[in-house]
């Protein structure tokens, strides 16, 4: 394999795995809810807050991250992302009581949305031509799913090997800071510095196009569809705690639960980038649902 290839699938892996740890640490609740819920005495409403300081501030930035990534280098944007994000991890992993913690669910707001996901996007993005994108972000997406599957298994084994189940939940959450912590350093040194000034829009033309955009019918349809499949990715991260608490599943048992549902994800994202490279024709994916209709109705009609 040419050195060039190697580099590029080397930095597409060490994207992969920080997209992968990086919102362990926000969304924690699906792996540790209760250890994290009896370690601050907190209730359902306050656990739920948590993460509602962390939506008050992710959602303006998704809007805000695509103009700060056009005016800084990814290398940057995911060195600092990865840093601070691991720092407030250890952070939260002392358990400091609930209104700091809102703090630091907020600032997890902008670290890994405001400064993250835009930026690790376009790195993504200028690994390959036109092409090759559907591949790229496809085994991304999958890489990301094996490899957070893998740090929750390990974190569900560290936790695990603690009789108190709140020191356990505590270590689980400093290993996946740690790590955070060691991928920034690594995108410093791995991922090149760009001149990100070349091509930027002032924010006047983006709120310009941002209000173009949501005059095609086609935006909101896909808007629709992302955010439908959110909810459900949501409704999802629930179902461990609602094992451990009306099945009186273990809460290691429920970690590894998980991990099993990361791994589907690898193998659906891995899949799903590749068909899209390969069909590309939006007629072909309408043809194929007629035809599965057509055929739903025909075992109708036999029975």
Not at 70 to 78: G, H, Q, T, Y
Not at 170 to 181: F, K
Not at 259 to 278: C, E, P, S, W
């Amino acid at each position: 394999m040419k050195r060039s290839a190697i580099k590029k699938y080397g930095t597409l892996l060490l994207l992969s795995c920080g997209a992968g740890f990086i919102f362990q640490l926000p969304f924690i609740r699906e792996t540790f809810y209760i250890p994290i819920q009896n370690a601050m005495g907190l209730t359902n409403a306050q656990m739920g807050s948590l993460n509602g300081w962390y939506a008050i501030v992710a959602t303006p930035a998704y809007f805000l991250g695509g103009i700060v990534a056009d005016k800084f280098s990814p290398r940057i944007m995911l060195t600092f992302s990865f840093l601070s994000t691991g720092l407030l991890g250890l952070w939260f992993s002392l358990f400091p009581g609930y209104t700091v913690s809102r703090v630091i669910f907020a600032l997890m707001g902008f670290t890994t949305v405001m400064t993250y996901w835009s930026s690790v996007i376009k790195a993504v993005r200028m690994l390959g031509d036109s092409s090759e994108q559907g591949r790229l972000f496809g085994l991304q997406e999958g890489l990301r799913g094996f490899l957070n599957a893998l740090l929750v298994f390990v974190m569900a084994a560290v936790y695990a090997s603690f009789s108190d189940n709140i020191k356990g939940a505590a270590a689980a959450i400093r290993l996946c800071a740690v790590l955070l912590l060691v991928i920034g350093v690594l995108c410093w040194l791995v991922i090149e510095n760009t001149n990100a000034k070349e091509q930027t829009e002032s924010l006047k033309d983006v709120c310009v196009g941002m209000v173009k955009c949501m005059k095609i019918p086609r935006v909101w349809l896909l808007a629709g569809i992302v955010f439908t499949a959110y909810s459900i990715y949501g409704l999802m991260s629930y179902i461990n705690t609602y094992l451990v608490t009306l099945y009186g599943m273990s809460e290691t048992a429920a970690a590894n639960l998980g991990g099993i549902r990361y791994l589907m994800q690898g193998v659906g994202g891995i899949i799903g980038g590749f068909l899209a490279d390969k069909i590309r024709s939006r007629l072909f994916w309408i043809y194929l649902v007629k035809k599965l209709e057509k055929t739903r109705e025909k075992k109708e009609e036999q029975r």
